[in-house]
């Protein structure tokens, strides 16, 4: 690598990669303390969990939904290619 290309590189990684390399190691830390994603407080008698599995459970739902139209959209676009 020529001494050119040194410079430009070492100022990317400064602005850009030593950011992202902290918020990385940061979220690591809080991911192993056990501090929940918002950054609030568990006091709030567990609703938060139940919204976020009523979330997933409507997630869950629309795949499948889905899936099912996917699998209908196969289905016709095969019976028109085999005829």
Do not use: C, W
Request: cysteine-free; glycine content about 8%.
């Amino acid at each position: 690598m020529q001494s050119s290309y040194l410079v430009p590189v070492l100022i990317v990684f400064i602005v850009v990669g030593l950011p992202i390399l902290s918020a990385t190691l940061i979220k690591l830390a809080k991911i192993i303390k056990g501090v929940p994603e918002g950054g609030g407080s568990r006091d709030n008698g567990g609703s938060s969990s139940r919204e976020e599995a009523e979330i997933m459970q409507d997630i869950h739902r629309t795949v499948s939904k889905l899936e099912k139209r996917i699998d209908a959209l196969e289905t016709i676009v095969l019976e028109k290619t085999s005829r």
